[in-house]
Each structure stands twice: as C-alpha cells, then as structure tokens.
C-alpha cells in the first residue's frame, strides 16, 4: 500500500483525492479538474496549504474552530480519554464521567430552564433528535395531532434527511426526496433583499406575523414547533430587524407552541454570549448544539432540552439514540473546550472588546462602493454585495455569479471569506486579535477592489 502524506507532490494529493474522495457540497468533476486546496496544518487564526501558503481563515473552517488551531490541551483531553475510556454507550442504563460532566456544566452555561442534554454526533442528528423529540413531547401530552414543525426558508437545520427538510434550502430539497412531510417554511427576515418600500421595523413585524398567519392557516392543534437560527447562519448572516424576534416570542407563547434555538452556530460565544438566545433574548424549549461546542475537535452534537420538556419525554422510553451519543471522548474534549473559552475570557472579550472592535471595521467596508449593507452580531458577519446602494440593487446575473467571483479573489489574497449568494460572510475564530482583524479588514477590500474590476471587466455590473 502507498504511504500517503504531506509530503507528496500537491498535485498527487489533488488526483488521489479526485479519484476516490467524494467531497460535500461540491460538483466533483469540477473539482477533479481543478484540484482541491490540501489543507496541510493550522495554528490560531491560520491554515497552512500543501504549497506552504498561510491563509487567514475568517470562517473558523465551517463556524467551529471558536477556540482557534493548535490546542494542546484539546489534544492531551482527548488522548488521556482515549487512554482511560475510549468508549463506552450511554444506552441500557450506564453512563460515564465525561458525558455526566459535560452535562452539567452545560446545565449551568445555558439559560435557567434548559438543564438536560441529548448528545449526537453532529447537528444534523441533533436536529432529527429535535424533530422526534418535540412530536413525541406533543403525544404523550394527549394532543398527537400537534405534529407539524414550522421552520424559514433558507435556513440551514442539516444534512440528514429529517434536519434536511427542517432546512428551507430549495437546492437541497431539489435532491433525495425531501422534504418529509408535516414541515412548513415561512418567509425569512432579509429586509435588504426582500423588505421593498417597508421600513426594517414593518418588515421585521411583517415576517413574524407570517409565523402567526401559517399557524392559523395550519390550526394550532396541528402545530408541534417553530425552529430557527437566531442568526441565520449558512443562509447568508441574516440578522433580523430589531422588532422581529420579541414578535415571534409572542406568538410562539401565546399559540402554545415549542421553540427549537437552533445554536448550532451561533453558540459558544459567537455573538458574544454563551448562546445566541441570550444575545437576542429568546426563550427556547430546545436548543441545538454542535460545532463551538468542541471548537470542531471532536465531532459532537446535542440538544440542550428544558425542564418542561424533559419531564414529559422522561416519563416515557424515547426510542431514540446514536452509538456515539455521549461519545467519551468528544466530551472530554467538549469539556476542556468549554474550560478555555471560560477561563481565558473568550466570550467576553468578543463581547466587550474584540467584537465592537471587529463591527467598527466590519462596518467600515460599507464605505466600499461595491457593498450595500454590512450587518453583524458578536463575531459573525456579512456584507451585501450591489451595483447599486441606494436602490439595494442586486445583480442581473444569477445569483451567486458575483458573489463566486469575490470569493476567487479573497481566495487568491489568502482569505478565507464565503460567499452566499451574493452575500459575503465571516465567522472567524473567536480568539482572533486587533491586528488579524486589521488584515482580515485589508485582505477583504483589498478582494472586493479586485472583484469589483473583475465584475465590470466581465460586464456584469448590472442591476437586476
Ligand atoms: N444547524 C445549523 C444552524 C448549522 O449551521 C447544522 C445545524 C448541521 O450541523 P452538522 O454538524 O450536521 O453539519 C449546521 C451546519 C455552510 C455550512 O456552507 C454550514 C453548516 C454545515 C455545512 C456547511 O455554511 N452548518
């Protein structure tokens, strides 16, 4: 067998990968013909490549690496676990000391009455967990009718074919058969792209009622739960106008349905608070974890669940569960994770110091004449890209032309910074110091200068 490592030729790496590595999200014929990036280490806010090039990572790989590359402590806790306890289930009453530990600390980081966890093994599954978990809840109150689950168009709940549907991704729903039945989308809070002559205000009260207007439509008794990003994350950083949420707390209360927080991205600091329901004020019944919650060491995922709602589920057998739920060694190092976004002050200082910091700068690309709004909560970001501002004038290309064609150019000035249709988004690691965030800030206008003569070089630079 060939010994595969760093050290082969780049171009070796990308045909062994194109022949026989099958890579998500991606069109794999295009990528055989391009080669992918081989990405070879990391260390703080910085990837290294196959080619000895460092780039600035300003997605913390996929909005996960909150404590940044290169712990050496994540790396001793999960090699002291591994040692003592590889593995064991948490099935058929046994437990073990890192899944009991892991919970209750995080019974004390989330808000008062979220105090029981379900573990996955990624969001996905958290979220598939979620969807058994608030019907179940729902039958075993004697209201089984109460089935459906009301998510947003363009939200991103995961991969699996239950988490899939909960998503309002219509690329993904095009695929496979979903979504499953009994799941309802309502439209999202974009007021740039979609909030016309309305005020953020109106529009904000606007996109809440629609929640309100599909569960009477729908009729209460038939409605299980509302789930949502309390920032949308992979749907572009969409953060809703200030009156949209206190609205859909209303009526989530009011219409005695459940509220999934799905924190997948936005927990662990990242908008400044332990969770973003707490950034936001939210009251959720659930809420998903994953990602921040290992910083991406570990594969682990979960639900943390309310009193409420765990007191019912717990009066029964929930058939449900992972071989990997509680896996010892994800939790071990979840935990050590926890430990150092605590103790070295992470959340605070994206609250109080490097996020106000970061949203000065960010904000500051506003004056860019390619960009039409930046808007940005704790340590994640986006920027709408237009040909023209004061119209919030999208482009006339497909959606996402514009957008690709940045990213090539952030990409090529060693940024890592996404595009999401003609949106551009960052979630950098949350240990990023001033003067990463000053060349995060350069690299990035520095790559719309370029995109922008690149557009108008093309021809593109069209209001649609
Ligand atoms: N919920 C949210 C809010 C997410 O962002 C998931 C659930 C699913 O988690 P897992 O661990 O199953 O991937 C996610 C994941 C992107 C991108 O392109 C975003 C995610 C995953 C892959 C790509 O921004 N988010």
Known sequence: MQQITNHLPTAELQALDAAHHMHPFSTQSELAA???????????????????????DAMAGLWCVNVGYGREELAEAAARQMR?????????????????????????????????????????????TNLRMVRTYWAEMGKPSKQIVISR????????????????????????????????????????????????????LERARQLEKKIDELGEDN????????????GGVIVAPDTYWPEVMR??????????ADEVICGFGRTGQWFGSQTLDLAPDIMTIAKGLSSGYQPIGGSIVSDKVA???????????????????????????????????????????????????????MDHPMVGEAKIVGMMGSIALTPDKAARARFASDAGTVGYMVRERCFANNLIMRHVGDRMIISPPLVISKS????????????????????????????G
């Open 34 to 56: 391009k080669g992918a990036r081989v990405i070879t280490g990391a260390s703080g806010v910085t990837l290294r490549d196959s080619e000895g090039v460092e780039i600035l």
């Open 84 to 128: 003592e306890l590889p593995y064991y289930n948490t099935f058929f009453m046994t437990t073990h000391v890192p899944a009991i530990a892991l919970s209750a600390r995080l019974a004390e980081l989330a808000p008062g009455h979220l105090n029981h966890v379900f573990y996955a093994g990624s969001g996905s599954e958290a979220n598939d």
């Open 153 to 204: 168009w363009n939200a991103y709940h995961g991969s699996s074919v239950g988490s899939g549907s909960l998503g309002g991704m219509k690329g993904m729903h095009a695929q496979g058969g979903m979504p499953i039945p009994g799941i309802e989308h309502i439209d999202q809070p974009n007021w740039w792209a979609e909030g016309g002559d309305m005020s953020p205000e109106e529009f904000g």
């Open 223 to 234: 409605v299980a739960a509302f789930i949502a990003e309390p920032v949308q994350g992979a």
């Open 251 to 260: 009526i989530c209360r009011e219409r005695d349905i459940l509220f999934i």
């Open 311 to 365: 007191e019912v589920i717990g009066a029964t057998e929930f058939n449900h569960g992972y071989t990997y739920s509680g896996h010892p060694v994800a939790c071990a190092v979840a935990l050590e994770n926890l430990r150092i976004l605590d103790e070295e002050g992470i959340v605070t200082r994206v609250r109080e110091d490097t996020g106000p910091y970061l949203k000065e700068k960010f904000e500051g690309l």
């Open 436 to 463: 990463e965030i000053d060349t995060l800030i350069e690299r990035a206008w520095q790559s719309l200068d370029e995109g922008m003569a690149a557009v108008k070089d093309a021809g593109l630079w069209t209001a």
